[in-house]
């Protein structure tokens, strides 16, 4: 089976532009969660979804925002990057919301100059 | 609102020495503990949870209620040990899984 598979690996963007991140579940896993991860702040999270639908949100600005698809596939979107937005992103899927085993993607690196 | 503490960024012990890493968490119902690990350059995957009561890698962690804690031990710490650990808490339902900032635990041979 699968594991979880996130793409791009790496990005290098500029401030002030957007970006999406792609990220494909386990197979028959319907939940998908996404996670920032940096050296100061650990993981944070960023936002779940379940069937095409948000779950749950964390604390993070409206420029963060993301899309689930029928198959599950889910994309996040950052628009007007900073330069703090710089961090590993992390999917992780399962196959429910709260659903106690998460399984992680190798992340997408975003560094912004 | 849900929260996990972990207090050290850091823990550095000799090959051989015992590990405890810290996690307390604030939650007022019953939750699901669990302890996840990032080796250098592998994926963050889940490591023990408190439910299995399991020793996994020398590891074990026991929930505390009283204390709202769960720490990490293992008795004799091995170089292959060293990693980020996250501590996770669940409260069920179509509630996130909360992590904490992390440890880095550092074995020095």
């Known amino acids: 089976k699968a594991g979880v598979t996130q793409t791009p690996r790496y990005l290098i963007k500029t401030r002030g532009q957007q970006v999406t991140l792609s990220c494909s579940p386990i197979s028959g896993h319907r939940s998908v969660s996404w996670y920032q991860q940096t050296p100061g702040q650990g993981l944070q999270f960023l936002f779940e979804?379940?069937?095409?639908?948000?779950?749950n949100k964390g604390n993070f600005p409206g420029r963060f925002s993301g899309r689930q698809f029928s198959n599950s596939r889910s994309e996040m979107n950052v628009s007007t990057l900073e330069l703090g937005d710089s961090a590993l992103y992390l999917c992780?899927?399962?196959?429910?919301?709260?659903?106690?085993?998460?399984?992680f993607g190798s992340g997408t690196q975003l560094s912004v100059l | 609102a849900q929260r996990v503490t972990q207090p050290e960024k850091l823990l550095s012990v000799f090959k051989g020495a015992p590990v405890e890493l810290k996690c307390n968490y604030s939650y007022s119902g019953s939750p699901e503990l669990f302890w996840y690990v990032q080796y250098s350059r592998q994926r963050l995957q889940l490591l023990l949870r408190?439910?299995s009561r399991e020793s996994i890698k020398g590891f074990t962690a026991d929930l505390n209620k009283g204390e709202t804690s769960f720490h990490l031990k293992k008795p004799f710490a091995q170089e292959e040990d060293s990693a980020m650990y996250y501590c996770?808490?669940?409260?069920?339902?179509?509630?996130?899984?909360?992590f904490g900032t992390g440890t880095k635990l550092q074995v020095i041979p």
């Open positions: 996770a808490l669940n409260s069920g339902g179509y509630q996130k899984v909360t």
């Open positions: 408190h439910i």
């Open positions: 992780a899927s399962s196959l429910a919301p709260g659903d106690e085993k998460l399984f």
């Open positions: 979804y379940f069937s095409e639908t948000q779950r």
